[in-house]
């Protein structure tokens, strides 16, 4: 039996009480009968947290208001970094190679 494997149906109902017995055997097994400090008990629960959330809740793709965020920040760096000549171009590339992730992904799915 593999303590580690929580269905979708576990997860959603009481996932706080599993995540407790996880982090309680994590400890054991790292730490024996000394008590883990704040630091640890709080990096061992996010990290439960984040690896069962994108385990039931995996990444499809990047929301329209997610891409334009992207899209404005790197299209700033490479403006900070060039010249407005090649701005223009860059531009361009990056709203192809942005388009294309999203193409292929949809093909793939």
Excluded: C, W
Aim: proline letters at 3%.
């Amino acid at each position: 039996m593999n303590p580690f494997k929580v269905t979708k149906e576990e997860y959603e109902l009481n996932f706080g009480e599993k995540k407790n017995f996880l982090k309680s055997l994590i400890f054991l097994i790292f730490k024996g009968n000394a008590f883990p400090s704040k630091i640890e008990d709080m990096l061992i629960n996010q990290t439960l947290v984040e690896y069962y959330e994108a385990y039931f809740h995996p990444f499809t793709s990047f929301t329209v208001k997610e891409r334009e965020g992207l899209r404005q920040k790197l299209l700033v760096a490479f403006k900070m970094e060039d010249d407005y000549d090649t701005y223009e171009q860059r531009m361009e590339d990056i709203e192809s190679q942005i388009n294309s992730a999203d193409t292929d992904r949809k093909t793939n799915q």
